[in-house]
């Protein structure tokens, strides 16, 4: 059994920052790949943000690319999104997902409101 929690949202005027945490715990080793995720309230999609493996290579988004930056600490099961120049389209619940293997487990959220 795995557990993730997201934390670290709130509200923030445009051009503001946040920085978003992941935790994921439970019985198992390390995880592989982690993952953040958003989605706009009201919408299904939920949109795929950015990606860091486990030694750590990165993918972003094309909307956050110079804008947001995804780490991990593989010792603590732990991830991180920097995010800055913070716009209102950037607004929506921001999730965690964590991969052992192909199996993915996803925190609750966090919500991200950009606004002034």
């Known amino acids: 059994q795995l557990h993730v929690v997201e934390s670290g949202g709130g509200s923030v005027q445009p051009g503001g920052s946040l920085k978003l945490s992941c935790v994921a715990s439970?019985?198992?080793?390390?995880?592989?790949?982690m993952a953040w995720y958003r989605q706009v309230p009201g919408k299904r999609r939920r949109e795929q943000v950015a990606?860091?493996?486990?030694?750590?290579?990165?993918h972003y988004a094309d909307s956050v690319k110079g804008r947001f930056t995804i780490t991990r600490d593989n010792a603590k099961n732990t991830m991180f999104l920097q995010m800055t120049g913070l716009k209102p389209e950037d607004t929506a619940v921001y999730f965690c997902?964590?991969?052992?293997?192909?199996?993915?487990?996803w925190g609750q959220g966090t919500q991200v409101t950009v606004s002034s």
């Open positions: 990606t860091i493996s486990l030694d750590g290579a990165t």
């Open positions: 997902c964590t991969y052992i293997g192909l199996d993915g487990y």
């Open positions: 439970g019985s198992f080793f390390r995880a592989d790949s």
